[in-house]
């Protein structure tokens, strides 16, 4: 079974930086594409990154193009998200998934069977 364990949120100014980590483990992590996901209090779960198994494909979210990073290192079974430039409007928890499916990649958090705890990202004007 996988297991994802996310870490690296926390209380931030805007303008400022952080960067999230999600630990993998349970199957051969270099099979699965990951992404990240973030909802905000009294709103929907959307999508923010996604990167392909081998880090070729990478999509992003148009609010955060440009200002977040997504990238994997798969010697260490694990998935980064750097946060630069954040906002107010960034504030949620954010949630590393993995895709149930071997090579494929998707935007869609329905295609995404396994999920990690969250971890709270807050950032102050």
């Known amino acids: 079974q996988v297991q994802l364990v996310e870490s690296g949120g926390g209380l931030v100014q805007a303008g400022g930086s952080l960067r999230l980590s999600c630990g993998f483990s349970?199957?051969?992590?270099?099979?699965?594409?990951m992404g990240w996901f973030r909802q905000a209090p009294g709103k929907e779960r959307e999508f923010v990154a996604a990167?392909?198994?081998?880090?070729?494909?990478?999509y992003y979210a148009d609010s955060v193009k440009g200002r977040f990073t997504i990238s994997r290192d798969n010697a260490k079974n694990t998935v980064y998200l750097q946060m630069n430039s954040l906002k107010p409007e960034d504030t949620a928890v954010y949630y590393c998934a993995a895709m149930g499916i071997e090579f494929r990649l998707g935007i869609d958090y329905t295609e995404y069977d396994y999920w990690g705890q969250g971890t709270q990202v807050t950032v102050s004007s």
């Open positions: 349970g199957r051969t992590f270099s099979r699965y594409a």
């Open positions: 990167i392909s198994w081998s880090g070729e494909h990478i």
